[in-house]
């Protein structure tokens, strides 16, 4: 039981040095993957059939 109270996890060591900075470029970089992403993912499901 004494596992538990020692655990930590690795995110919180993690989120101790993350700054707004990160974050601005976290929220590019996702933005962009979804720009990619969707039409990418509309392109396959239309070439494997899917009717609209």
Known sequence: MN???SFRPKLADTLKNYSRRDLGADVVA????GIV???LAMVLAIASGLRI
């Open 3 to 5: 596992d538990w109270i």
């Open 30 to 33: 996702g933005v962009t993957v």
């Open 37 to 39: 992403a969707l039409p």
